[in-house]
């Protein structure tokens, strides 16, 4: 999922990875808020990023192998889409 690679990315860091690794489901709001922002400055986020711009690219070399039709250009912008979608 979105949050997945991030996380995975941000426990490259043992100190990142023992806050992840203790989060249950009474952990707080603002213990979270740590957790998510230690991620952030970590750079997991712009990691995965760049990670998703590659799969992008190449799934848009990919269409273009195909022959010119309607779909063709749909799933290109359905691609894109995905790609830039903020969650």
Request: net charge negative; charged share 10%; aromatic share 12%.
């Given at each position: 999922?979105?949050?997945t690679l991030p996380?995975?990315?941000a426990m490259e860091d043992e100190r990142i990875k023992k806050k992840i690794e203790r989060v249950h489901e009474?952990?707080?709001k603002e213990e979270?808020?740590?957790i998510i922002q230690s991620i952030i400055d970590c750079g997991a986020i712009e990691r995965?990023?760049?990670v998703s711009q590659k799969y992008l690219k190449k799934a848009l070399e990919?269409?273009?192998m195909l022959p010119n039709q309607r779909i063709k250009k749909t799933l290109a912008q359905l691609a894109k889409y995905i790609g830039k979608r903020k969650f």
């Open positions: 999922g979105n949050i996380a995975l990315f009474h952990t707080t979270m808020s740590i995965s990023y760049e990919t269409l273009d």
